[in-house]
Each structure stands twice: as C-alpha cells, then as structure tokens.
Nanobody
Framework: QVQLVESGGGLVQTGGSLRLSCAASGRTFSSNAMGWFRQAPGKERQFVATINYNGGRTYYSDSVKERFTISRDNDKNMLYLQMNNLKPQDTAVYYC??????????????????WGQGTQVTVSS
C-alpha cells in the first residue's frame, strides 16, 4: 500500500509559478499511474493531470493544459506538478493520488485508491 505526502504549496501572484511535490512510500509506487486533483471551497474535487506508471504518457484537463506539467521519478518515489502562469482560478487545495491501474486515462476520483492530505495553493490577483 502506498502512502502520499504533498508539499510545495503557497501564496503566489498571478503569472507566477509553483512546483508541487508528492512523496510516496511503499513498494507499489512505480506500478501505479498517479494523478493530481484540486478542490476549491464549495466545489467538487477536480481532475488536473495524470501520468502513467513509467512517466511515458500524460493527460491534462483543458483548464491547465500548456501551463502545468506532471512528472515522476520512480527511483525517488516522487511525483511532481510544475505550475506556470498561475491564475486566481487555480486557487485550491491540491491532492496527489495513486490510481487503480497503470495507464494514463484516469480522470475521475473514483479511479484512485490512495490520497495525500493536500497542499494549499493560493494565487492572488
């Protein structure tokens, strides 16, 4: 079973950048696809990006495509989300999650079995 801990959130101005990290423990990290989701106050958890088990395929929501990049380092059991050109509507708690399978098409929360505790990202206008 994998356990996940996010870090790297914070307060940034519009147009700025942040890099989120997700440290995974457990022997199954490299076998699972991984994803990032976010949840703003009063809203449902929203898909952001996913990456397959070996990092060879990625998939993004339309709202972050061209601005965010998901990556992973299986040797270090780490997942990353590089966020550029941040906008106020990106403000949310960001969660990393481990998918039920190894592919790159998991864009629903129900397709993930393990979640981190979340890290707050706030973008000021």
């Amino acid at each position: 079973q994998v356990q996940l801990v996010e870090s790297g959130g914070g307060l940034v101005q519009t147009g700025g950048s942040l890099r989120l990290s997700c440290a995974a423990s457990g022997r199954t990290f490299s076998s699972n696809a991984m994803g990032w989701f976010r949840q703003a106050p009063g809203k449902e958890r929203q898909f952001v990006a996913t990456i397959n088990y070996n990092g060879g395929r990625t998939y993004y929501s339309d709202s972050v495509k061209e601005r965010f990049t998901i990556s992973r380092d299986n040797d270090k059991n780490m997942l990353y989300l590089q966020m550029n050109n941040l906008k106020p509507q990106d403000t949310a708690v960001y969660y990393c999650a481990a998918a039920l399978g190894a592919g790159s098409s998991y864009d629903y929360p129900s397709q993930y079995h393990t979640w981190g505790q979340g890290t707050q990202v706030t973008v000021s206008s």
